[in-house]
């Protein structure tokens, strides 16, 4: 089975500041997608990214970039010029690429991240 | 506007008690998701369903069960054989299996 970890319980930043959240991941598989999704006070959980083990290229989302290293199984979220309305949970999750997976993605515990002004 | 609506926000359960969350869905997918948040952790998977009048356990489906009789609709029943039903309750939907999930805004499910 898959494991998703997150060291990281809680973390902090200065508004417009650059911080970087990690994850790691066990897995035996070869092709699989990573997320990270993010959830504010409110809890709806927003998708911030997506990536494809298969693609080399780290994927970027504006302000919102990974450093996906395949090999060592890392999968870290970096959000630049950070904003008042990043402060959120984030949660990194693993889906399998095998069609017996349905689908299901497994989540870390999650990094409760908080933007100073 | 698309997207996926769960109701009630909150709901209050007497011990004993059935109760039952809706989830709908109006952006044409066939893929749904019901995950269980609890304080501390991650989601973890309950059901899912890939097409409608299908529908398959996750990693904590005892004590709840589900329908899809309607592509749109997916509705949640905490029963009472479920020993801690108090979280916080998530819908997901995605086009298809190997496609992005996105959530709903959640209920919150509590045990009085």
């Known amino acids: 089975a898959q494991t998703v970890t997150q060291s990281q319980p809680e973390m902090s930043v200065q508004e417009a500041e650059t911080v970087t959240l990690s994850c790691t991941y066990d897995?035996?598989?070869?092709?699989?997608?990573l997320f990270w999704y993010k959830q504010p006070p409110s809890r709806q959980m927003i998708l911030v990214i997506r990536?494809?083990?298969?693609?080399?290229q780290n994927a970027t989302e504006n302000r919102f970039s990974v450093n996906f290293q395949k090999a060592a199984k890392s999968f870290s979220l970096k959000i630049s010029d950070s904003q008042l309305g990043d402060a959120a949970m984030y949660f990194c999750?693993?889906?399998?690429?095998?069609?017996?997976?349905?689908?299901?993605?497994?989540f870390g515990q999650g990094t409760i991240l908080t933007v100073h002004p | 506007d698309g997207g996926i609506t769960q109701s009630p926000k909150y709901l209050f359960r007497k011990e004993g008690q059935n109760v039952t969350l809706s989830c709908e869905q109006n952006?044409?997918?066939?893929?749904m998701y019901w995950y269980r948040q609890d304080p501390g952790q991650g989601l973890r998977l309950i059901y899912y369903s890939q097409i409608v009048n299908d529908f398959q356990k996750g990693d904590i489906a005892e004590g709840y069960s589900v329908s899809r009789e309607k592509k749109e609709s997916f509705p949640l029943t905490v029963t009472s054989a479920q020993k801690n039903p108090t979280a916080f309750y998530l819908c997901?939907?995605?086009?298809?299996?190997?496609?992005?999930?996105?959530f709903g805004p959640g209920t919150r499910l509590t045990v009085l």
């Open positions: 990536q494809e083990a298969y693609k080399q």
């Open positions: 999750a693993y889906r399998s690429a095998l069609s017996t997976s349905y689908g299901k993605l497994t």
């Open positions: 997901a939907s995605s086009k298809g299996r190997a496609d992005t999930q996105y």
């Open positions: 952006l044409n997918h066939d893929a």
């Open positions: 897995t035996s598989e070869s092709d699989y997608y």
